[in-house]
């Protein structure tokens, strides 16, 4: 039986992972569920899944959660605010951490998982795009293993020999991240120039949560994907590249020297990656509809908009910047995605925050994670004072 941590248990990744554990109660248990601050949604997880543990990272919450867990009856302890989640995902009876919670509050968990030699499931690429060197040391230090969740970054895991190689000894020429294309793809900047929240969190293929949504549509998404692949593989920016592919059916490839290009293949359900992680190496079912290729009867592929799409080349140029820079454009692209969802910032200027954040912010060596806080907040005020200037 392994015990699972599943932080950011209310969320989408949270909820297919859930749905995995309960198709395999005689293999993986809910041991401890941590969400934001929705009591009630956390509370009905509880009733369902009895974890030993409840988290809620925002403190202000502990005492209702308290109070709802005892009116059930339920015995599951209660942890709370950031030192919470960390205990959390510490707990020697926990043999595996899914890191699910979205953006860069989930950095220190994440951290502390890997510290702790957990078999860590990472869905939070923005931790690792923050923090690569650090999240990188933490795990050699704790001596756990890192699981890619991210679907790309799930199917290049795939398609490695033995997990995650040296890219070069392993002959290795190139890793190929697809995408989707987003909400937009096709579309022209006048076209997007008045798009609304519901419509880039519209996605075509996969359901996720609202932030992603928007990084998708904006391209960001693939951006900050390729900075994760060159963290979790090793390769450099010039051996990463993306190709849109609408259908969203091959969820990434590897190219060889000898010419071969091993693909993963599957319908867009992140139970497919979740489940494979989970098992690792072992296999399991996932619940998910088996793909029928006559069914399909053909897969297109495009290569990316990039003018139109400037946050792809945004993330490629921070991570040939490298230090603090991934961590810049992250922290902006989160400011700017949370004003565009809150109606106070057009959809097309997401990218000209970013933008704006890596002109005037120098990157840094990554030496520290107080360092790196450091830079997260300088970069948060700075995209915060260009959002003001728009708006005025
Ligand atoms: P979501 O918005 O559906 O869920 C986010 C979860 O994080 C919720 O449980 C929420 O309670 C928790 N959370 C939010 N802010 C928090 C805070 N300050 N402290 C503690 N917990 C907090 O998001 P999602 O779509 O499930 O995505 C989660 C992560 O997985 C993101 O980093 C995303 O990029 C990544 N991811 C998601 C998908 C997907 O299909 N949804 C695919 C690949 C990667
Ligand atoms: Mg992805």
Do not use: E, K, T
């Given at each position: 039986m392994k015990r699972i941590a599943v932080l950011g248990a209310t969320g989408s990744i949270g909820a297919s992972t859930l749905d995995l554990i309960a198709r395999h109660p005689d293999r993986f248990s809910a041991h401890v569920l941590a969400a934001h601050r929705n009591v009630e949604a956390l509370v009905a997880l509880c009733l369902r899944f009895r974890p030993a543990w409840a988290v809620i990272a925002?403190?202000?919450?502990e005492a209702d959660l308290r109070q709802r867990l005892a009116g059930h009856g339920l015995s599951t302890r209660v942890l709370a605010g950031s030192a919470g989640l960390t205990e959390a995902a510490t707990l020697t009876e926990v043999d595996t951490v899914v890191a699910a919670i979205v953006g860069a509050a989930g950095l220190e968990s994440t951290l502390a998982a890997a510290r702790a030699g957990k078999r860590l499931l990472l869905a939070n690429k923005e931790a690792i795009v923050m923090a690569g060197p650090l999240l990188l040391a933490a795990l050699s230090a704790g001596g756990g293993e890192l699981l890619p969740l991210d679907s790309e970054h799930n199917a290049v895991f795939q398609c490695l020999p033995g997990g995650r190689p040296e890219l070069t000894t392993a002959g290795v020429r190139r890793l190929v991240l697809t995408a989707s294309?987003?909400?937009?793809?096709?579309?022209t900047r006048t076209d997007l120039a008045a798009v609304t929240p519901a419509m880039a969190c519209a996605h075509p293929n996969w359901s996720m949560g609202r932030k992603i949504s928007v990084d998708s549509a904006t391209l960001m998404n693939k951006g900050l994907e390729v900075i994760e692949a060159h963290f979790l593989f090793g390769a450099p920016a010039e051996a990463i590249d993306v190709v849109v592919h609408p259908?969203?059916?091959?969820h990434s490839l590897v190219e060889y020297l000898d010419g071969s290009v091993l693909a993963q293949l599957g319908h867009p359900d992140m139970r497919t990656a979740i489940a494979h992680a989970l098992a690792w190496p072992g296999r399991v079912d996932a619940g998910v509809r088996r793909l029928d290729l006559v069914a399909l009867g053909q897969l297109g592929f495009e290569a990316p908009d990039r003018a139109t799409f400037t946050c792809l080349d945004l993330a490629y140029a921070a991570l040939r910047a490298g230090g603090t820079a991934p961590a810049i454009l992250n922290a902006a692209n989160e400011e700017a995605v949370a004003a565009f969802l809150d109606g106070r910032?057009?959809?097309?200027a997401i990218a000209e925050v970013v933008a704006g954040c890596l002109d005037r912010l120098a990157a840094e060596p990554v030496r520290d994670l107080a360092g790196l806080l450091d830079s997260d907040l300088t970069a948060r005020r700075e995209a915060q004072r260009i959002i003001a200037a728009m708006a005025g």
């Open positions: 925002d403190a202000a919450f294309g987003g909400p937009f793809r096709g579309r259908q969203s059916i091959v910032l057009p959809f097309l």
